[in-house]
């Protein structure tokens, strides 16, 4: 079973910032946190993934609170190209990733 | 570079048949993974191959195996099909060493009447 809590879906206005949290309370010590998406009828895409610090690319930014427990990944200006849905996830050395259901996040015009 | 294809892309079969279904990596990944997708499941981790061994495996029956050739390129086969099995089946390939950072093909969906 997934680890992680998401919630289903969320809206957001095309522009302003996307903030999709992730509940991981029993992440591991060596586990990371991955952050996926998966637009409509495509194969998942690699978003971004950190341990403990937090991260930033080209896509977006991945903010890890202090004690692991849960996460944020911001888009800093949403499109309509970023409505899809998108996963959080917790790996560690197994290479196993395990999908829960995903946020599904609809960026409005 | 291309991306990772898959082949077909969309599929029939009838309960009780077999089905073997195509994958090949992004020039010079070496590991190919399997997941099944499914509304209710979700994605769900089928197994992976590196050099062309089976390096990992998640939960599912016998009836799905796969094999990955010296090119890499991978298939996966399901035998005695099941209602059950319709899904959409991906394939991710992965740089050695980055199995963090997966590129998935684009699926083949596959229906079982």
């Known amino acids: 079973d997934a680890k992680t809590t998401q919630p289903p879906s969320m809206d957001c206005a095309e522009g302003r910032a996307a903030n999709l949290p992730c509940n991981h309370s029993?992440?591991?010590?060596?586990?990371?946190v991955y952050w996926y998406r998966q637009i409509h009828s495509q194969g998942p895409q690699y978003i971004i993934h950190?341990?403990?610090?937090?991260e930033t690319n080209e896509m977006a930014s991945l903010i890890i609170t202090e004690d692991r427990k849960s996460s944020t990944l911001i888009l800093p200006h949403a499109t309509l190209r970023d409505t899809a849905v998108y996963y959080c996830i917790n790996a560690g050395n197994n290479r196993k990733l395990i999908w829960g259901l995903g946020t599904s996040l609809a960026v409005n015009p | 570079k291309a991306g990772v294809t898959q082949t077909p892309r969309y599929l029939i079969k009838t309960r009780g048949q077999q089905v073997t279904l195509s994958c090949s990596p992004i020039s010079g990944h070496r590991s190919v993974s399997w997941y099944q997708q499914t509304p209710g499941q979700g994605l769900q981790f089928l197994f992976e191959y590196f050099s062309e061994t089976q390096r990992n495996k998640g939960n599912f029956p016998g009836r799905f195996s796969g094999r990955q050739f010296s090119n890499s390129r991978s298939e996966m086969n399901v035998s005695t099909l099941e209602l059950g099995d319709s899904a959409l089946y991906l394939c991710?390939?992965?740089?050695?060493?980055?199995?963090?950072?997966?590129?998935f093909g684009p699926g083949t969906r596959l229906l079982v009447l």
């Open positions: 991710a390939s992965n740089q050695a060493g980055q199995w963090e950072t997966q590129y």
């Open positions: 950190g341990l403990k610090n937090n």
């Open positions: 029993t992440i591991s010590g060596n586990e990371y």
